[in-house]
């Protein structure tokens, strides 16, 4: 008998306690019995004597194991280490959570081919794994030293392909890892993804039905239109939706044609004329007549417009809201033979909001460019503006836009912030104009400091160091002159 | 060549995470008016919230630290911040000649360890022998006394059932480690506290807790029969009891030369009490040392020891076989660790354990430089392998063992791990001459 297995005896009688049973202490192999003395001592004393010669015996005669395989080593990395100030910013963003700085970091590292330190891989494939936008720059930038980890912990396996087949993983497979397989299928195999949706769609639930079909999104075109049409026919109201919403982003589609129809007797247009002095004629101005459907028809709700307003709005009104969403913008600029600027601004004051609105629903399924800035100018600042759109707005405009939407004076600060993440990384022009047009104050709440160009970074610190604002706010001054600094310093150690 | 310091070994000498965090954010060259060094310091002037800057200096060879300011913390973020510049960009301090108020702080530095070297050379004062056996006899005698109430105490867990333990709450154990250290054996108060926590470590408890109150009895068994035990037992025993051997006493003993490498260190709390555990390994006697370092609150340690490198110098072991050690003499100039010495092979590290055992029982750890050795994950679990093939379980947490496993790239590393009679604790792993720590620490975990 070996020591663990005499130890493992004496447990049991330990837990057992020697009361009563005091005779029965286990047997000790030869060995040990030799050194120990039981002779004239109670139990307990022969028992931990016992527990306490198997203890040492024991530890001092553990054997290591055989049969532990090693895996095989790392190929060696391709990229140079990056230099250990740049080393050092990176495990600073980490232990801050100064994730536009990790994002700027992963940049200029892929660009310049550099890879951070081995010791920061771990971390890296972390936040890679929390963040999906974080991946295609993670798995560039780890390297081969990255890629061989990624192997060792099944969270971090986001980059290298599933070594499963998506089928597979789309029959067996959990809610997450199935909506996973089809947004990668999807983005490189769009019918196949379709296609694999289709095979589970009888025997999914309404919550997966709405995930998968939200996920055509993605490389969305007129070959989904079938299936998204037959869609319009599902159980779930959210599936029917989501289907309506997607329709209306393909300008080809039957839903969009059938919206069209319904709202070519709705809105009229009336070119203006320009004033001839000689005939003493007088200039018009060009006009939209609007007019309120009448009734509400059945069909309508097959394609996504509901009878009942979800909010506080006449109900004829809600209906021309949700047809003028419908309605790709392209259409009114061609049909009226009109700019994007003059048909907006010849909304009838009665129905300016509600076109608007509209227009903003039109604009955010598919983004017109020229659109973009007469909508953003006449919209209230409540309309929510997401990033993709914003992102849309070209390069070269978005500083005469940003000086708009300042001198308005209205804008919650909340939203400038979303517009300053959109449209970061800021070219110098951006930069120079935000610069002029925000006070320090400004500056600080929007985080401009993260996606200001390098080059204007000197002259936000000194917009800042001169600045006497109270501790709160030169706290958030203190932060946003260290993020400068480090983002500065990351542009040089990458340089050259 | 002044010495370099990293980030991390600058961030190991914070007292607690806050400094930690405070001095990291100070740690900006343009909040710094004033940045210069030389071979011998390093000095700056940082705007405090006060109308004039704070004088931060640092003394590169220790690194001993002084600033202006008011805070209690040692060292302040203000000293920190002013290593950690140096750490990280070592071009932004500019060469330059000490300005009056180092040279003044460096000379009365310069002073004080001059004094103390005279003090230690002079005459000890005379020694009574006969008396400090007398006081020694005297806490043997109160420590037996206690240990065998402790010896009843056990004696009727196991008699009623070790089973019981868990269901007795923390209080239970902790009322009887008050009276050890009541009977002035306090290093008895924290083996019984240790008992709480395995009582209470949830599933498997039963197997450590029978051993380590198995130990507990051996000891109690030791102080029972102290009189006819041999010097070198004795000197054993009351290491493990708690008590202390005077530093008069430590200067009387041979001390041991040999060019020992700093290989791991690590910060526990222990009851309220920082303990700073760095472990030694002579280069050519291969010997173990283990120093410790105690701290109340957020007071310092001194930082001379860094894992990674290595002096040539004398240290003095305490009597008896155990490993705690502390430093006589060192040469100024710390280097870093040219290669590591250490072991090839398990065979030999579980040889090594099992002879240090046999002298000591009371063993907790010992902790070895291990050679080209191989990190691997197997059934959800982290190894350490040999050359030879041979492997040991280690007790690995994720964060640390995906950091050797990245660092290693599955390659041959040189490592620092304790052993326990069951499994190894990686401390220190050092790839192409760089030092990470695996240890948690204390700055890090709060």
Not at chain 1, 257 to 272: D, Q
Not at chain 2, 386 to 392: E, I, M, N, V, W
Not at chain 2, 408 to 433: F, H, K, M, N
Request: neutral net charge.
């Amino acid at each position: 008998m070996n020591s663990a297995a005499t130890l493992d005896n004496l447990v049991s009688a330990a837990l057992l306690g020697t009361r009563g049973s005091a005779d029965r202490l286990p047997a000790l192999p030869d060995e040990l019995a030799t050194v120990l003395s039981p002779a004239g001592r109670d139990a307990e004393t022969r028992l931990l004597d016992a527990a306490a010669a198997a203890t040492l015996c024991s530890r001092a005669g553990a054997q290591a194991r055989e049969g532990i395989a090693r895996c095989a080593a790392s190929p060696p990395d391709r990229w140079p280490e990056c230099s250990p100030r740049a080393a050092a910013i990176l495990a600073q963003a980490f232990a801050e959570n100064l994730h536009p700085v990790l994002v700027e970091w992963l940049e200029l590292a892929a660009a310049a081919r550099q890879r951070p330190p081995h010791h920061l891989l771990p971390q890296l494939l972390e936040a890679a794994a929390a963040r999906r936008a974080l991946r295609p720059l993670a798995s560039q930038v780890v390297d081969e030293r990255g890629d061989w980890l990624m192997q060792f912990n099944p969270r971090w396996q986001f980059a290298s392909p599933t070594a499963e087949q998506p089928e597979q993983v789309w029959q067996l497979g959990n809610r997450q890892q199935r909506a996973e397989v089809l947004r990668t299928l999807r983005a490189s195999d769009p019918a196949a993804a379709r296609d694999l949706i289709a095979t589970t769609w009888k025997d999914d639930g309404a919550d997966e039905r709405a995930e998968w079909a939200a996920t055509l999104q993605i490389a969305l075109s007129d070959a989904d239109e079938a299936f998204l049409e037959s869609c319009l026919d599902d159980r779930s109201s959210r599936v029917r939706e989501i289907a309506a919403d997607l329709l209306a982003r393909l300008p080809g589609s039957q839903l969009t044609t059938r919206m069209i129809e319904r709202a070519a007797p709705l809105v009229a247009f009336h070119p203006g004329e320009i004033g001839k002095l000689l005939n003493l004629k007088r200039a018009v101005q060009p006009s939209l007549e609007v007019t309120l459907p009448a009734a509400y028809d059945k069909s309508w709700q097959r394609d996504g417009i509901s009878e009942r307003p979800g909010e506080k709005l006449g109900q004829k009104q809600w209906w021309l809201l949700q047809i003028v969403g419908g309605v790709p913008l392209d259409h009114w600029t061609n049909t009226f033979g009109a700019s994007a600027s003059t048909i907006v601004a010849a909304a009838p004051s009665d129905f300016a909001t509600v076109l608007v609105r509209g227009w903003l629903i039109a604009l955010a399924r598919r983004p017109v460019v020229e659109w973009i800035e007469p909508l953003l100018a006449a919209s209230e600042t409540k309309s929510i503006w997401n990033a993709e759109l914003l992102r849309a707005v070209p390069a070269a405009r978005r500083a005469v836009l940003l000086t708009a939407l300042l001198a308005r004076q209205e804008q919650p600060y909340g939203q400038l912030q979303q517009i300053v993440a959109a449209w970061r990384p800021f070219d110098v022009a951006l930069s120079q104009a935000m610069l002029k047009a925000c006070d320090p104050a400004l500056l600080l709440l929007t985080e401009s400091y993260f996606s200001m160009h390098p080059q204007a970074l000197a002259e936000l610190d000194a917009r800042l160091a001169d600045w006497r604002g109270a501790p709160s706010e030169r706290r958030r001054a203190d932060q946003a002159l260290n993020v400068s600094a480090l983002r500065r310093d990351i542009h040089r150690e990458f340089a050259a | 060549m002044a010495r370099t310091f990293t980030r991390d070994d600058v961030l190991r000498l914070a007292p607690d995470a806050g400094s930690a965090k405070s001095g990291q954010d100070l740690a900006q060259v343009r909040k710094w008016g004033l940045l210069e060094h030389d071979d011998i310091a390093l000095w700056g002037e940082c705007q405090g919230s006060g109308a004039k800057p704070y004088r931060v200096q640092i003394d590169l060879a220790e690194p001993a630290f002084k600033c202006s300011c008011p805070s209690r913390k040692f060292p302040c973020k203000h000293g920190l911040a002013l290593l950690l510049i140096y750490a990280t960009t070592p071009d932004a301090p500019t060469a330059a000649a000490q300005p009056d108020w180092v040279q003044e702080w460096l000379a009365s530095r310069q002073a004080r360890a001059s004094k103390a070297a005279e003090k230690q050379s002079r005459e000890p004062a005379p020694r009574d022998p006969a008396a400090q056996a007398k006081r020694r006899e005297k806490r043997i005698e109160r420590a037996r006394a206690g240990l065998a109430d402790l010896s009843a105490w056990m004696r009727d867990l196991v008699r009623t059932g070790i089973g019981t333990a868990p269901g007795r709450g923390f209080e239970y154990f902790d009322s009887q480690a008050r009276r050890m250290v009541d009977a002035q054996a306090p290093g008895v108060a924290r083996l019984v506290r240790q008992l709480g926590s395995l009582a209470s470590a949830g599933a498997g408890w039963q197997r450590p807790f029978l051993e380590q109150l198995s130990l507990v009895h051996l000891l109690t068994a030791a102080v029972e029969r102290f009189a006819i035990l041999p010097e070198a037992i004795r000197a054993d025993v009351e290491g493990v009891l708690g008590i202390t051997t005077a530093a008069d006493e430590l200067s009387e003993l041979a001390g041991v030369a040999d060019l020992w490498q700093v290989v791991a260190q690590e910060v526990e709390l222990e009851d309220r009490l920082r303990v700073q555990r760095t472990w030694l390994y002579g280069a050519k006697t291969e010997r173990v040392a283990q120093v410790l370092q105690f701290a109340h609150g957020a007071a310092a340690f001194d930082n001379t020891l860094s894992p990674g490198t290595e002096f040539e110098g004398e240290l003095v072991f305490f009597p008896g076989s155990g490993l705690r050690a502390v430093v006589r003499t060192q040469q100024p100039n710390f280097a870093p660790l040219a290669a590591l010495a250490g072991l090839d092979r398990f065979d030999q590290l579980l040889d090594r354990y099992s002879a240090a055992l046999a002298e000591f029982p009371w063993l907790e750890r010992l902790c070895l430089p291990l050679r080209q050795v191989t990190p691997a994950r197997v059934d959800e679990r982290w190894w350490i392998v040999d050359a030879t093939g041979a492997a040991l379980a280690t007790a690995l947490g994720d964060d640390a063992g995906y950091l050797l496993l990245a660092v290693s790239g599955g390659r041959p590393v040189d490592l620092a791990a304790e052993y326990d009679g069951q499994r190894l604790r990686p401390l220190t792993v050092i790839v192409d001459g760089k030092v990470f720590s695996l240890a948690t620490n204390l700055a890090d975990a709060a």
